[in-house]
């Protein structure tokens, strides 16, 4: 089945510095790239819809400057947390699609984030 | 605004009994139906798809859809404690590859032993 690489799992960072995180389709392609957040006992809110080749669409309220998408391949999607805050903590999710027509998505692992 | 509804929970069963979720959906264009399971600190794996009308079963999950009324449950048979879990209702308003699904907020499942 569909399988998705999400790196890191876990990563702890000053405020101020920038954490990138990483999610690889490893036997599909990704034409779509789905970047997820989710604060404790909440539920999964997107923050943004990436494309290969083309600037993500970002969710209302989601600074696009502070969360970098990029898409540049389809077997790889990065989102880059600039000037991380401790508000910025939470659990990332990275979701990917194969294509038009594709019923179901796949999701990474996950990274938890915390920034101290 | 495209929401999906579900209660929170915690729903408590006993071992072997039947696990009801419920879940609600505000956009009637609505055109797939997924159900989530999520352990604690980990992403979410899918149990469950459901597209049509009626009721879909896969071993000891059946989903059931009723498009008419807007809403989407998941029966779970003969619980056990590793079907504790959070399980989240997701619903995709077309069906495309670049249509995000739509969550809601979980419903927390305690199977007692």
């Known amino acids: 089945g569909a399988v998705v690489s999400q790196h890191p799992s876990w990563v702890i960072c000053k405020s101020g510095t920038s954490v990138k995180i990483e999610c690889r389709s490893l036997?599909?392609?990704?034409?779509?790239m789905f970047w997820y957040r989710q604060f404790p006992k909440q539920s999964l809110m997107l923050m943004a819809t990436?494309?290969?080749?083309?600037?993500?669409?970002?969710e209302q309220g989601v600074e696009k400057d502070k969360f970098l998408i990029n898409h540049a391949s389809l077997t790889l999607s990065t989102l880059t947390v600039t000037s991380a805050h401790p508000e910025d903590s939470s659990f990332y999710i990275c979701s990917a699609s194969a294509g038009q027509g594709s019923y179901g998505y796949t999701f990474g692992s996950g990274t938890r984030l915390t920034v101290v | 605004q495209k929401e999906v509804e579900q209660n929170s929970g915690p729903l408590s069963v006993p071992e072997g009994a039947i696990a009801s979720l419920n879940c609600t959906y505000s956009d009637r264009g609505s055109q797939s139906f997924f159900w989530y399971r999520q352990y604690s600190g980990k992403s979410p794996e899918l149990i469950m798809s459901i597209y049509s009308n009626g009721d879909k079963e896969d071993g000891r999950f059946t989903a059931q859809l009723n498009k008419a009324s807007q809403y989407v449950s998941l029966l779970i048979r003969d619980s056990q404690p590793s079907d504790s879990a959070t399980y989240l209702c997701?619903?995709?308003?077309?069906?495309?590859?670049?249509?995000?699904?739509?969550f809601g907020k979980g419903t927390r499942l305690s199977v007692i032993a």
């Open positions: 997701a619903v995709k308003s077309r069906n495309s590859g670049n249509t995000p699904l739509v």
């Open positions: 990436s494309n290969e080749g083309s600037k993500a669409t970002y």
């Open positions: 036997d599909f392609q990704a034409t779509t």
